[in-house]
């Protein structure tokens, strides 16, 4: 059997891709799946050092996390990778009564029976840096703290009010919270400041991050501690990053590995619960672009299919949305419900029209909208904006099988980004 280097578990359907992105693009055979697997399921990827499970615990509340982590975290640990990953978004948003990550973390050490819990929240590669405990994120052409984010600040659900890490985790978790900062990082000392933080009753510790060199040496530490036996962390695409830089480095993975070009395609769907500006842009350019655009109103999708497979058939790519624009989101329809109905659109559609790729845009959305397409598991395909593979679904005697998935948080990619997932390339 294939030695197992990672597993993780994804607080949404959008992190949890952007997780498999950043082992696979780097030469890490990869698997997510939807669901807990069983051995059978497994079997059918042999050649995987890495699994994922699609959550949803980032629009779920503590009493849920109670209930439903402690069985997943526990089929995660026998799979016996070295290191398991809570995946969060690097945007770090969660609340005491939402998404509480203070909660999965207490839950993680329990099962992993871990002294500490490493977080490790920035990734450079998407515009997120942590200094000295605080959190700042890219966005509208400038790097803010994210209480000042134009859109994290704002957040419908989680907005972060709160740009130290340390404050804003320590309101849901009773552990102690310490900080590996940037100056014990890069000033040799890192290890023994470690050990201070972990002798002094820590039950977390906060990595800063801001570069390729911090994240090396996140990666290594991380790495030690998991060699004896396996670790649990908490973390972003960034802590996957550190940890794929030091296994280069160490020869565990091979360096220069390039993924594949995904093919273009004639025609797409894309289906949107997006309250977001960028995805907004996203909307308003694939309109004035070729895209026939039909709005998801409070009635859900009634009269939508037949419109939309009219324009599919007239050889028109389409792009439906709830949304346009945080101004723009006080429709009937939220949250799981408007999931649901959005993934059960886009199954018509792709059943009914022959169209083998969609992207779906919105992290909530998306973690209810693919569970109702009937799948098993996802494998990644190609890279196209950071934090948004092309990713191909695995459905055994299914039709959704092999259909081409992009799944989209609503902050990431560039304004004409649907085209570029169509033509398969930036």
């Not at 871990?114 to 890219?138: E, K």
């Not at 790495?223 to 962390?233: D, G, K, L, N």
């Not at 007239?314 to 649901?340: K, Q, T």
Request: glycine share 12%; proline share 6%.
């Amino acid at each position: 059997m294939i030695s197992r280097l990672f597993c993780f578990y994804g607080d949404d359907f959008t992190g949890s891709t952007d997780a498999l992105e950043a082992l696979a693009a780097n030469g890490v055979p990869s698997v997510l799946f939807l669901d807990p697997p069983t051995e059978e399921a497994l079997a059918a990827f042999p050649d995987c050092r890495a699994i994922g499970v699609v959550g949803e615990s980032r629009s779920r509340d503590p009493e849920w996390m109670s209930a439903h982590l402690p069985g997943i975290f526990g089929r995660l640990k026998e799979f016996g990778a070295s290191i398991c990953q809570y995946k969060v978004c690097s945007t770090f948003d969660s609340s005491p009564q939402t998404g509480s990550i203070g909660r999965a973390l207490e839950i993680g050490q329990e099962v992993f029976t871990v002294p500490f819990v490493p977080v490790v929240v920035a990734a450079p590669h998407l515009g997120r840096y942590v200094l000295f405990g605080n959190l700042f994120a890219a966005g509208g052409g400038a790097v803010h703290r994210i209480d000042r984010h134009p859109t994290m600040g704002n957040h419908p659900v989680t907005p972060m009010c709160e740009a130290d890490l340390r404050i804003h985790l320590r309101r849901q978790t009773g552990c102690k919270i310490a900080l590996l900062d940037i100056t014990a990082l890069r000033g040799g000392c890192a290890d023994g400041k470690l050990e201070e933080l972990a002798a002094s009753g820590a039950g977390a510790v906060i990595f800063d991050g801001l570069d390729e060199q911090t994240l090396a040496a996140t990666g290594r530490l991380l790495w030690i501690r998991a060699a004896a036996a396996p670790w649990f962390a908490v973390g972003s695409s960034g802590m996957t990053q550190a940890l794929i830089h030091h296994w280069r480095s160490i020869g565990i993975i091979a360096p220069g590995f390039t993924p594949e070009t995904p093919k273009a395609v004639d025609r797409l769907i894309v289906v949107s619960g997006s309250c977001s500006p960028v995805t907004e842009a996203q909307i308003r350019w694939a309109m004035a672009n070729g895209f026939a655009a039909m709005r998801i109103g409070s009635d859900g999708s009634e009269g939508i299919p037949d419109a939309a497979l009219r324009e599919l058939a007239a050889g028109h790519s389409v792009v439906l949305y709830s949304a346009l624009g945080p101004r723009d989101c006080a429709g009937e329809l939220r949250g799981e419900e408007l999931g649901r109905t959005i993934g059960l659109l886009l199954r018509e559609l792709l059943l009914r029209s022959g169209v083998r790729r969609a992207v779906v845009a919105g992290g909530d959305t998306a973690t209810h909208a693919v569970r109702q397409l009937g799948i098993q598991a996802l494998t990644f395909v190609g890279l196209l904006a950071p934090g948004a593979p092309l990713c191909r679904s695995h459905a055994p005697a299914g039709e959704m099988d092999g259909i081409e998935l992009v799944l989209k948080g609503g902050q990431v990619g560039p304004v004409d980004f649907f085209e570029m997932v169509r033509r398969g390339r930036p």
